[in-house]
């Protein structure tokens, strides 16, 4: 079975006085019927520029410079065929987004128009993209409400008269409203408690079940991940290190900088052990080192590092693992186990 959304060789660059920042280097990603993919890596690692660039909601002077991102759901493909987002006119990419893909964006109190009603703007979202009559779009909104926990009554609120919690649920019913197979999460959860964060994530994977469609969900936190996703791509200077299911980069860990995500939070169940942090900092995506680009914050690197190719592939010496990849040259069953979780 081909995959709902399938990015290709992936490259977004921005255009500036100094040079081009590579934000995005040939990344290639997929995305089942159903599944919830975990995006993760530090801040400015470009998360969320795959993201908007995958779906062309990124403005100059970002630059997608080449790739491909192919998308198979049941309305806009025929005869098997998939469609290529990049490649879209106006118009077919018009009738995509929301209806097709759907996006929670980060930070909701910006996101949300801070001058409109809830319903108003749900209603908006509801209108458009099902051109529903105005008595079917407000039953529709109420609707959206009660599926994510909200009260009906604060259909009438303004934004700034919710919690961050309930205008973080206020978004992803938006998202919800044409009935996606395909929702993008940005961080939807950064900077909420950890209570309404678990209410949050609980409410999706609740909706996900009921409704069928499938997330990317993108974040910094991997110990989230490894409870929400079904697979884990980690990523870093605008490249893939790793993907592969949730319990093997539990278990697994293959690149030294996965290892230093899954270090960096406590074990809930495991013996008391100190956390440690990723020394250094990331590097300027403006003249990138060759090789790969954790090699300055590496304490594993040698001379090999500095001329991999970056193509994910098989662990090496643990057969059978053909679904956890890496593009780190020296991993061996041996040092991946220093990351090993209780």
């Known amino acids: 079975m081909s995959p709902i959304l399938e990015i290709q060789d992936l490259s977004v660059a921005y255009r500036t006085p100094g040079g081009d920042v590579r934000a995005v280097e040939h990344v290639d990603l997929t995305l089942n019927a159903g599944e919830v993919v975990g995006l993760c890596g530090e801040s400015g690692s470009g998360k ?3 993201a908007y660039g995958a779906t062309r ?3 100059p002077p970002a630059l997608v410079t080449s790739g491909k991102v192919l998308y198979g759901g049941r309305r806009i493909t025929s005869g098997g065929h998939q469609a290529d987002l990049l490649t879209m006119n106006h118009r077919e990419l018009k009738a995509m987004r929301w209806r097709e893909i759907a996006i929670v964006f980060q930070s909701a109190m910006n996101a949300l128009n801070p001058v409109l009603r809830v319903q108003d703007q749900l209603l908006d979202a509801a209108q458009s993209h099902l051109r529903l009559p105005r008595g079917e779009a407000r039953d529709k909104a109420a609707t959206l409400l009660d599926l994510v926990g909200i009260p009906r009554d604060r259909l009438r609120a303004y934004p700034h ?31 909420l408690d950890v209570v309404v964060q678990r ?6 994977v609740e909706l996900k079940e009921t409704l069928g469609f499938a997330i990317l969900f993108i974040t910094h936190d991997l110990s989230l991940l490894l ?21 093997a980069i539990m278990r697994e860990p293959a690149h030294p900088y996965t290892r230093g995500l899954l270090n960096s939070f406590p074990s809930l169940h495991g013996p008391r052990r100190d956390l440690a942090g990723i020394p250094g900092s990331p590097p300027d995506l403006r003249d990138p080192l060759p090789g790969c ?28 693992m053909v679904s956890h990849l890496t593009a780190c040259p020296i991993v061996t069953p041996e040092v991946s186990q220093e990351g090993v979780l209780s």
Not at 168 to 191: G, S
Not at 199 to 204: F, R, S
Not at 227 to 234: F, G, M
Request: proline content about 8%; hydrophobic content about 50%; charged content about 20%.
């Open 161 to 191: 008269e919710l919690s961050g919690g309930m205008r973080q649920r206020v978004m992803i019913a938006m998202a919800l409203a044409a009935d996606p197979e395909v929702v993008i999460m940005d961080e939807p959860t950064t900077a």
């Open 48 to 50: 969320s520029t795959l």
């Open 293 to 320: 680009p954790f090699v300055p914050r590496c304490a594993h690197a040698i001379d090999a590092c500095t001329s991999v190719d970056m193509s994910l592939a098989p662990l090496p010496g643990i057969p059978g």
């Open 57 to 59: 909601l990124l403005r």
């Open 227 to 247: 409870e929400l996703a079904d697979r884990i791509a980690v990523m870093y200077a605008g490249r893939l290190l790793e993907t592969g299911t949730a319990h």
């Open 199 to 204: 209410d949050i994530l609980a409410q999706i």
